[in-house]
């Protein structure tokens, strides 16, 4: 019985052939970009759990509905301090940053 070989690659090996290794401009942008989106991604899946609209999170974390959609749909990055204020006082929960070398 012949063995067949797979075509499957990892996601890094992926962003290594098409973008360059970790450490190369266009790689290091594509890494910044999805840490970007997941940042947003994050806001609107914990937002949802909380039943809160765009606008309600805005009010309590003192910025405008636009800029959580902006935020959400990965078209503005949020400043940390605006983070630490729509995940505090907006969601009620904590930021934690880490480091990694």
């Known amino acids: 019985m012949k063995s ?10 992926f962003k290594d052939k ?6 190369t401009k266009n790689r290091d942008e ?6 970007n989106f997941k940042i947003g991604a994050l806001i609107h899946e ?4 909380k039943g809160l609209t765009q606008e309600e ?3 309590k974390a003192g910025t405008t509905k636009s800029y959580i959609s902006k ?10 301090s605006t983070l630490q ?11 934690e940053l880490s480091i990694k070398l």
């Not at 067949?4 to 090996?13: F, R, W």
């Not at 935020?71 to 940390?80: A, S």
């Open 18 to 23: 098409h973008y360059g290794e970790t450490g």
């Open 57 to 59: 999170l805005a009010q």
């Open 30 to 35: 594509l890494d910044l970009g999805y840490e």
């Open 46 to 49: 914990a937002r949802l759990e």
């Open 71 to 80: 935020i959400e749909n990965n078209i503005k990055e949020v400043r940390f």
């Open 85 to 95: 204020k729509i995940v505090e006082l907006g969601l009620g929960g904590r930021l």
């Open 4 to 13: 067949k070989k797979s075509n499957t690659i990892s996601l890094d090996q």
